[in-house]
């Protein structure tokens, strides 16, 4: 038995490195909503053969340069705060979904995360300690309910670069509360920047790279789009001896759709199916077979499944179009 059971383990060690489909992640970023959700809001998520959900509860800031962080008030949605959060996760648990809790700021008008930078000392102190209460609280849930991974920002660029040691210590702090996997959902153009990669268990990308110029991107074009990107990817991936992890990742379906993906504009109404289909097809076929790559969350999923997408929608949710088929498919492999 000595003999044959290291042979067995060679063997499906041996398969599984072959097939490079072994434990993806195939999440969909489950977006925080008025409602209480049910079985009836998960089953869809179980039938497009997700196994992971991010949950996203948030943090308010007035504008780039304002240090206080309001959170977890009776003011947000109800998906926005700490119970909220917590009942998503238990009752996407029931269904065998796992979760990544991935809190996140939002600025009022929308402005980008990644600039948010203060003008003293004094006041990077307090967002240090206000941005602390914040992910503390929610290392905290994760832990309580034994979420798989823990995300501890969300492109945060200028935050990052101008605190590290903040954020090197905060890491430390977190693992003191929180046992699980620890991410940062840095930008497509962030990553290469991240000071603290070693401390976490996966480089996580947002991955908005832009891959091809034309209006209906071909999977060919995406595919010859994403080279470059990928040896950079693949390069980080080694440097730290970590996966990389998709944060989130997806199309609009709109004409352009692979240019800016991170164009939420709203005035870019113009729907055109077949390039949001194109381009997540090449990003399939670029990563998910890689043995270096974790998975990814696409962006985004709303509960009330039959009211959201559909074929007159040109926003990035894959409900109700023809890239819901295919992100199913993709999901589906063993």
Request: aromatic share 14%; hydrophobic share 40%; net charge positive.
């Amino acid at each position: 038995m000595k003999l044959i059971k290291p042979l067995f383990l060679f063997i499906i060690i041996t398969i599984q490195s072959c097939t490079g489909q072994v434990s993806k992640i195939n999440g969909i970023s489950f977006v925080a909503s008025r409602d209480k959700i049910n079985e009836r809001h998960v089953s869809p998520v179980v039938n497009v053969n997700a196994n992971y959900a991010a949950i996203m509860p948030f943090g308010f800031i007035s504008n780039l340069s304002h240090p206080d962080i309001k959170f977890n008030t009776e003011r947000q949605w109800f998906g926005e705060t700490k119970v909220g959060a917590k009942h998503y996760i238990e009752t996407l648990k029931k269904a065998n979904i796992k979760i990544m809790l991935k809190p996140q700021i939002w600025i009022r008008r929308g402005e980008f995360t990644g600039y948010v930078k203060m003008k003293n000392e004094a006041d990077w102190k307090v967002l240090e300690k206000a941005y602390s209460n914040f992910i503390l609280t929610y290392a905290q849930l994760a832990q309580e309910t034994n979420t798989e991974i823990f995300c501890i920002g969300t492109e945060l660029e200028q935050f990052v670069i101008n605190r590290p040691d903040y954020w090197l210590a905060l890491i430390k702090e977190i693992k003191t509360i929180y046992k699980g996997k620890l991410t940062y959902a840095a930008n497509w153009d962030e990553f290469k920047r991240t000071p603290f990669w070693s401390e976490l268990d996966y480089i996580g990308v947002d991955a908005y790279f832009p891959v091809s110029s034309d209006k209906t991107p071909s999977v060919e074009a995406c595919l010859k789009g994403w080279e470059a990107h990928k040896s950079t990817i693949q390069l980080f991936s080694k440097r730290y001896n970590k996966p990389i992890l998709f944060t989130e990742y997806g199309y609009r379906s709109v004409d352009f759709s692979a240019k800016e993906p991170w164009a939420s504009d709203r005035n870019m109404t113009q729907v055109n199916l077949e390039a949001q289909t194109n381009a997540t097809k090449a990003l399939f076929e670029t990563f998910w077979s890689e043995d270096w790559f974790a998975g990814g969350f696409i962006w985004k999923w709303h509960h009330n499944y039959e009211s959201s997408g559909g074929k007159n929608n040109s926003r990035f949710t894959p409900q109700n179009k023809p890239v819901e088929a295919l992100l199913k498919k993709q999901y589906g492999l063993k």
